[in-house]
């Protein structure tokens, strides 16, 4: 039956988008592990034993990114890492109002504005790129 939809392109989309996320998480897990210390300073004080979550964030990063370029893994790797971006979200917000100073980021609002904004953007990349929501670019069902 033919369709006077264009051809659904999401799927390449999608893909190229799993890729860069799963490299952006890979190299946060490699930061978690290699410079832990930087990581200890942006995170909260209410946070029990910050050095070993620090530890097991970093290992849960590689995991995940790996899982997120593994189909069978891929729903479950989304749903996690976007509850981890929700999690991390406080030591976002610590390291923008104390003005922590880190290697190579800026204490600058010009980085923690954009930053703690694309917070969510990055919650909705997890969840698409592990094939959990389609929006926005579902094509819509023809009758």
Same mark, same amino acid.
């Given at each position: 039956?033919?369709?006077?939809?264009?051809?659904?392109?999401?799927?390449?989309?999608?893909?190229?988008?799993?890729?860069?996320? %799963?490299?952006?998480?890979?190299? /946060?897990?490699?930061? *978690?592990?290699?410079?832990?210390?930087? +990581?200890?300073? $942006? @995170?909260? &004080?209410?946070?029990?034993f910050a050095p070993q979550v620090i530890f097991v964030t970093g290992l849960c990063e590689l995991a995940g990114?790996?899982?997120?370029?593994?189909?069978?893994?891929?729903?479950?790797?989304?749903?996690?890492?976007?509850?981890? %971006?929700?999690?991390?979200?406080? /030591?976002?917000?610590? *390291?923008?109002?104390?003005?922590?100073? +880190?290697?190579? $980021? @800026?204490? &600058?609002?010009?980085?923690?504005?954009?930053?703690?904004?694309?917070?969510?953007?990055?919650?909705?990349?997890?969840?698409?790129?592990?094939?959990?929501?389609?929006?926005?670019?579902?094509?819509?069902?023809?009758?």
């Amino acid at each position: 039956m033919p369709s006077d939809l264009p051809p659904d392109r999401s799927g390449t989309s999608r893909a190229v988008m799993r890729w860069i996320l %799963a490299a952006l998480y890979a190299a /946060a897990g490699v930061a *978690h592990l290699m410079v832990p210390e930087a +990581l200890l300073a $942006i @995170t909260p &004080s209410w946070v029990p034993f910050a050095p070993q979550v620090i530890f097991v964030t970093g290992l849960c990063e590689l995991a995940g990114a790996i899982a997120l370029v593994t189909r069978p893994l891929r729903r479950w790797a989304g749903v996690a890492l976007a509850a981890y %971006a929700v999690c991390v979200w406080p /030591a976002n917000f610590k *390291h923008a109002l104390d003005g922590i100073d +880190l290697p190579y $980021i @800026t204490s &600058s609002w010009l980085y923690h504005g954009p930053r703690l904004a694309f917070q969510p953007v990055l919650i909705w990349w997890a969840l698409y790129c592990g094939e959990v929501i389609d929006w926005p670019w579902r094509r819509r069902q023809q009758r």
